[in-house]
């Protein structure tokens, strides 16, 4: 198959097309992609019959910055009669691997939202008709995904489910902390679960370890940390959260972050400074260099035009500083569901001294 399905936030299509076409060329596979602005979803083409085939096994899904699925999948299946929509779209499965389940998902945009009901409903009756024919079994290697773009109008396709996001419509659905003192703070409970597995959690975001945070009023992000039993330094001219501050666990330094300089090394740096994205890689590049922390979330805002270039090349640049400076690590960056106009970026150095 040749057709490459990503999902994207409402917005981003751009970049998401840019990221998949920049990729794909790396690999030697060449295309086109067709996007609608603020659709949440771009198609890729490929000039190879086999081409989409060929980038899922090529490319890790972790790589992808912007997208937040993809597929496999076949050319748009349009007019599909209502009546008769289970057995007209599981005629097109002989083509595909085995699955092990179904989901039927809509973009994640107003019209989307209109489709769920449908989704949920056509979905379990048409998982029921796979089952019955033995097409889903447990032990498959693939997920088959139908995107509805209206009732009739759909693209079926696939993902390997160890190279793929796990839940619908590529979206991580996260309750939001009553306690918590800003919604931003699901952005770092959200990077957590997206950049660590879930069985490094007690190595890496546990119990007694050293944060700071940059730009952490009014402390959502403190929040996480305190909720992870971390001690915070909270770096603002801001006001904290007073009912964060009596958990004893932060100290609050009404100083700049970018002049601030710690007397010790700290487990954990993150930061949430609205700022320029070069200004805050330069600030983030100082505190990896000089091993003021062994690893790092933080968020680059992106409010200009050329959203993938300012991306490629504030990492880049993080990168060849690391490496011109002997540092081995770790790097993903990701547009997280509650990011909006900025990504976040994970490092980890991986030879820090003791
Ligand atoms: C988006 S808010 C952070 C929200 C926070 N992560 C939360 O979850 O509540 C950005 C914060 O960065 C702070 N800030 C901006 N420039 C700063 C600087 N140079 N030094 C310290 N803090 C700064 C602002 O005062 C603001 O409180």
């Known amino acids: ?91 097109h499965l002989e083509q595909f691997p085995l699955c092990q389940e179904l989901i039927v998902e809509p973009a994640d945009t107003t019209e989307g939202r209109e489709l769920q009901r449908f989704c949920n409903s056509f979905g379990s009756a048409f998982s029921q008709s796979l089952r019955k024919k033995g097409l889903l079994q447990k032990k498959a290697l693939h997920r088959l995904h139908l995107f509805a773009i209206s009732g009739d109008c759909f693209y079926l ?23 918590a003192p800003s919604r931003s703070t699901l952005k770092l409970e959200e990077a957590w679960h997206w950049f ?84 805050v890689t330069q600030l983030m590049t100082e505190w990896l260099v000089q091993d003021w922390c062994r690893e790092t979330i933080f968020n680059l805002k992106l409010p200009m035009k050329q959203r993938y270039i300012e991306v490629k090349q504030c990492l880049q640049q993080l990168q060849n500083s690391l490496s011109e400076a002997g540092i081995e690590y770790h790097i993903a960056a990701k547009h997280l569901y509650h990011d909006r106009e900025e990504i976040t970026v994970h490092v980890r150095v991986l030879n820090a001294t003791d």
């Open 1 to 91: 198959m040749n057709h490459l399905l990503l999902y994207c936030r409402p917005g981003f299509e751009k970049e998401c097309a840019a990221e998949i076409r920049d990729l794909c060329e790396q690999r030697g596979i060449y295309g086109y992609c067709k996007l609608d602005e603020h659709s949440g979803y771009v198609l890729f083409v490929s000039h190879q019959p086999d081409g989409a085939e060929l980038a899922v096994q090529q490319i890790c899904f972790s790589e992808l910055i912007f997208a937040r699925q993809w597929l496999v999948c076949l050319p748009l299946i349009e007019d599909v009669d209502r009546e008769d929509r289970i057995a007209i779209l599981s005629q």
């Open 157 to 179: 396709g696939y993902a390997a489910i160890d190279n793929s996001a796990p839940w619908p419509m590529g979206i991580m659905r996260l309750k939001f902390p009553k306690a």
């Open 196 to 279: 660590i597995p879930q069985k490094d959690w007690h190595r890496y975001v546990s119990s007694g370890k050293r944060a700071v945070d940059l730009g952490a009023a009014p402390g959502g992000w403190t929040w996480q940390l305190v909720n992870q039993n971390m001690f915070v330094t909270a770096i603002d001219n801001g006001p904290m959260s007073p009912e964060l501050m009596d958990s004893g666990q932060v100290t609050h330094l009404t100083e700049d972050a970018f002049t601030y300089q710690p007397a010790k090394r700290f487990d954990w740096m993150v930061c949430d400074i609205v700022d320029k994205p070069a200004r």
